[in-house]
């Protein structure tokens, strides 16, 4: 039933944002999981990032940037195995994950290290790799009622 005088909206097809302002820049971005994960999945070093930061060809030479920016998502803790996502991390879990990614060797080093180097080989050290850094208040989900 259409209520008098509704006007049809025309919807915009399904699309992603446009680069820009709105984006920080970013053009291409690419989801790092950086949490703690059986086997130290999300422990990143350069040698895990560098092949999100540089293309290279099938011979394995350097070509270009590969990803612009980066999302780094954490969903567990190892402390009691909190979950980020629905508010069970207490404050060391939020500790860990926060030293585990700023520390002095830490993930944020080991992207800046890749993007140094990927800048050395495609002589472009003054390139920059964006990051978006996703975190989770706690409690935020049931705190919604889910």
Do not use: C
């Amino acid at each position: 039933m259409k209520v008098r005088g509704a006007k049809e909206v025309p919807l915009d097809p399904p699309s992603y944002p446009k680069p820009g302002k709105h984006t920080g820049g970013i053009n291409d971005m690419v989801l790092l999981y950086n949490g703690w994960y059986e086997g130290g999945k999300g422990d990143l070093s350069k040698d895990d990032i560098m092949p999100y930061i540089l293309y290279s060809d099938a011979s394995g030479q350097p070509q270009d940037w590969m990803y612009d920016g980066v999302l780094m998502l954490g969903l567990w803790t190892e402390h009691f195995g909190g979950d980020m996502g629905t508010g069970t991390t207490d404050l060391a879990g939020w500790q860990w994950y926060l030293d585990k990614t700023f520390a002095p060797e830490g993930d944020m080093h080991a992207l800046n290290e890749a993007t140094k180097e990927a800048g050395v080989l495609l002589n472009d050290r003054r390139h920059r790799t964006k990051v978006v850094l996703a975190l989770t208040p706690i409690g935020y989900w049931r705190w919604n009622g889910t």
